[in-house]
């Protein structure tokens, strides 16, 4: 009986609220008195609002983070590959324009040159203090012949030892075996300037204490022997070494040819 009577009030309040309810909606309609109401609750729930949606935002600014972040790396990766790369091609660059500043005092040296000369490239190397070689890329195709001379756009280098068709094997004057017939600039003196095994000397053995020497004297080709044409660069005295009891003078001399750094080289073919 108590639940009977409990469940018709439940009903009573019920149909009380729905038509309150529809009283509110129909006043509020017609003559919108509500209006400040709602607008006050709508601010107070605001709030509510906002924390009810804030993990929706921050889901999506987290995974708008970790969108940009993943997209700097791969921009960031590109941008070291790219740097890596123009880094590389400005090395090459580099490279080619020192390359072409050697060829230019090359070609310049062999406008200064009477004879016919042989643009060649350095295909080895084989120096040591016993032996003082290296291999060009011109042979007997290309008119290489033995006993040509060899010179950069600094001095002379060697001698043309062996040929091959495509290759020419060249003796340095720095080799322990080689003898260059020289001359000096300043005075005339003619000597034999001989190799030491080291690219940097050169020796001249016996000269009288009385020849008209001195320290920077330049050498040059004699002629002599017609080994080497005349008048090409060879050396410049460093050291003089007096030898008193056998009244003999040595001297030390510096290459002009760039003996262990020259890429580039002239063969020179003499003139009949």
Request: hydrophobic share 45%; proline share 4%.
């Amino acid at each position: 009986m108590n639940i009977v009577i409990q469940a018709r009030g439940a009903t009573l309040q019920a149909l009380f609220l729905v038509i309150l309810c529809v009283a509110l909606m129909v006043v509020d309609h017609r003559f919108h008195h509500l209006e400040v109401v709602r607008s006050n609750i709508s601010l107070a729930l605001s709030p509510l609002r906002y924390l009810v949606s804030l993990p929706a935002i921050a889901g999506n600014w987290v995974g708008e983070w970790f969108t940009s972040h993943t997209e700097l790396l791969d921009e960031n990766a590109a941008l070291r590959a790219q740097s890596r790369i123009l880094n590389a091609r400005l090395q090459k660059l580099e490279i080619l324009a020192e390359e072409n500043a050697r060829l230019r005092l090359l070609l310049g040296s062999s406008r200064k040159i009477a004879d016919d000369v042989i643009v060649a490239e350095l295909l080895s190397v084989d120096q040591n203090p016993y032996r003082q070689l290296i291999e060009i890329n011109r042979g007997s195709g290309d008119g290489i012949e033995l006993g040509y001379a060899v010179i950069d756009d600094f001095g002379v280098m060697g001698q043309i030892v062996h040929v091959n068709p495509q290759s020419a094997t060249t003796m340095l004057i720095s080799d322990p075996e080689h003898a260059t017939p020289v001359q000096f600039v300043r005075s005339g003196t003619r000597s034999v300037a001989f190799g030491r095994g080291s690219t940097t000397q050169l020796e001249l053995r016996y000269l009288p204490a009385t020849a008209d020497i001195m320290i920077g004297d330049e050498l040059v080709t004699s002629g002599l022997g017609g080994r080497f044409p005349a008048d090409y660069p060879v050396a410049k005295v460093v050291a003089i070494d007096e030898d008193r009891v056998h009244g003999f003078v040595t001297v030390i001399a510096e290459p002009k040819a760039r003996l262990d750094s020259s890429r580039e080289v002239l063969v020179i073919k003499p003139r009949d």
